[in-house]
C-alpha cells in the first residue's frame, strides 16, 4: 500500500517566523515528490517540486528531500498570514502511477 | 490561458439520483485526471486519461461511477445511483507530457 503520511495540524506559527510541514512516505524508490498548497474552497496549487535529495529553493519556501529517511519537509520563511492554509504532500512512487496526496497540514500564521 | 474548470461548483441530490460532473482541461493537455476527496480524508484518485482513453482506472470505487472524455477534450464523471458515501469533493486535474498536475477548483458533491 502506497502511502503518504502528514501531520494534520493545525500547525500555528507566529508571524515572520519559520513554518516546518513534514511528510513521510513509504516507499523507497519513489522519485517526484510535490508540495502543493490549498486555500479553503480553492484548487490545490503547486507550490514546490522536488527529484533529488537535498534542499530546493523557492523563494520563501525551501523543499528539503531525504530518500534514505522517505523524508520530505516544506519550511516557509518569514511566515505571513496570507500563507494559512492547508498544505498537501504528494508523491509519485514510480513510472506512471499516479499522483498520491497525504491528508494535508493546516497552516495558520498569526498576526 | 484558462485553468482547469470544473461545472457545477456544488451539487445537492437525493440518494439514488444521478449527478453528471464535467471537466474542462487546459487546452493541450493530454492527461487528465479525476480525484476525489471524502471529509476527514486524503484527495484519492480515481482514474486517468491519455486524450481519449482510460490509462489508469484502478481509483473507481465501483461500477455507479462512469467516467468518459470523448474526442479527448473535456471529460464527464457520472455517477449513477448516488449513494451517500459518494458526497466529497470531486477535483479534475489535468497535465501535458511529465508537467506537473493542474486542478480544478472542485465540484463540491453532496448526497442526502
Known amino acids: 500500500q502506497k502511502e503518504v503520511e502528514q501531520n494534520s495540524g493545525p500547525l500555528s506559527v507566529p508571524e515572520g517566523a519559520i513554518a516546518s510541514l513534514n511528510c513521510t512516505y513509504s516507499d523507497r524508490g519513489s522519485q517526484s515528490f510535490f508540495w502543493y498548497r490549498q486555500y479553503s474552497g480553492k484548487s490545490p496549487e503547486l507550490i514546490m517540486s522536488i527529484y533529488s535529495n537535498g534542499d530546493k529553493e523557492d523563494g520563501r519556501f525551501t523543499a528539503q528531500l531525504n530518500k534514505a529517511s522517505q523524508y520530505v519537509s516544506l519550511l516557509i520563511r518569514d511566515s505571513q498570514p496570507s500563507d494559512s492554509a492547508t498544505y498537501l504532500c504528494?508523491?509519485?512512487?514510480?513510472?506512471?502511477?499516479?499522483?498520491?496526496f497525504g491528508k494535508g497540514t493546516r497552516l495558520s500564521v498569526i498576526a | 490561458e484558462a485553468g482547469v474548470t470544473q461545472f457545477p461548483s456544488h451539487s445537492v441530490i437525493e440518494k439514488g439520483q444521478t449527478v453528471t460532473l464535467r471537466c474542462d482541461p487546459i487546452?493541450?493537455?493530454?492527461?487528465l485526471y479525476w480525484y476525489r476527496r471524502v471529509m476527514g480524508k486524503e484527495i484519492k484518485f480515481l482514474l486517468h486519461?491519455?486524450?481519449?482513453?482510460?490509462?489508469?482506472e484502478s481509483g473507481m470505487p465501483n461500477n455507479r461511477f462512469l467516467a468518459e472524455r470523448t474526442g479527448g477534450t473535456y471529460s464527464t464523471l457520472k455517477v449513477q445511483p448516488a449513494e451517500l458515501e459518494d458526497s466529497g469533493v470531486y477535483f479534475c486535474?489535468?497535465?501535458?507530457?511529465?508537467?506537473?498536475?493542474?486542478f480544478g477548483n472542485g465540484t463540491r458533491l453532496t448526497v442526502t
Open positions: 486535474a489535468s497535465s501535458q507530457g511529465l508537467s506537473p498536475l493542474h
Open positions: 486519461f491519455v486524450k481519449e482513453s482510460k490509462q489508469d
Open positions: 487546452s493541450g493537455h493530454d492527461n
Open positions: 504528494a508523491v509519485i512512487f514510480s513510472g506512471n502511477t499516479p499522483l498520491v
